[in-house]
């Protein structure tokens, strides 16, 4: 983490905002996680996206403003949503929990074994950490090739994300706050009627430009060339 801090306030002090947010850490939550659609469900580590993590924290409050344990082994809830794009185009959308309670398994020695194996694999033991030597190592030389970069590779900046201006206002509420997030915009989704009036804003706070219109002559041309 400190040469993560020190290459963030390095990229602050040269004006790089896009590149400082990006070493900024995050808050994100990793569980076991059992696939119910698979054939012979195992525990599987998943860490939570912003949007699905936040979801859930919601739905945990039932009508009474009391904490439902969904992850209770024997009398939790499933939860399910879908998943749509590949990468960082991935978006999880539809998340809802069940309204029936149901154990991790319908065999008591499987559920035993299951509970046996997470209890004996505790998650800070399953992730990697890396140190300091290697971490600057990864990324010492990553600010060298920013610095030195030349004035026309910024005229590339408009392809820093990985989502267009048509995807962007495509997405759902869910879709855009994680946006928001991975992006430490200032939106509030509260003050917005629209998600396309949300998409509009972020787009232009993101320099994302829309699609530009073609205009009569570009028609004519096209027309000339058979198109």
């Given at each position: 983490m400190i040469q993560f801090a020190k290459n963030d306030q390095k990229a602050m002090r040269d004006g790089d905002e896009e590149y400082a947010k990006k070493l900024e850490p995050r808050d994100r939550q990793v569980v076991w996680l059992l696939d119910r659609n698979a054939d012979d469900p195992q525990p599987q580590l998943w860490i939570l996206p912003f949007n699905v993590d936040k979801e859930l924290a919601v739905r945990q409050i039932d009508e009474d403003g009391?904490?439902?344990?969904i992850d209770d082994p024997e009398e939790g809830y499933d939860v399910t949503?879908?998943?749509q794009g590949k990468g960082l185009k991935t978006r999880y959308i539809g998340i809802d929990v069940?309204?029936?309670?149901s154990p991790i398994s319908d065999d008591e020695?499987?559920?035993d074994e299951i509970l046996q194996f997470i209890t004996e694999n505790p998650i800070p033991d399953c992730l990697l950490f890396r140190d300091y030597d290697y971490i600057a190592k990864q990324f010492g030389g990553k600010t060298k090739d920013r610095d030195t970069r030349s004035d026309d590779d910024d005229s590339d900046d408009g392809d820093a994300f990985e989502f267009s201006w048509e995807e962007l206002h495509e997405m759902d509420w869910n879709e855009l706050e994680d946006i928001i997030e991975d992006n430490d915009l200032d939106f509030d989704v509260d003050d917005y009627d629209d998600e396309s009036e949300l998409a509009d804003d972020i787009a232009e706070e993101l320099d994302i430009d829309p699609p530009r219109k073609k205009s009569g002559r570009d028609k004519a041309r096209r027309m000339r060339r058979g198109r």
């Open positions: 009391q904490v439902v344990a949503f879908r998943k069940a309204r029936r309670q020695d499987e559920a």
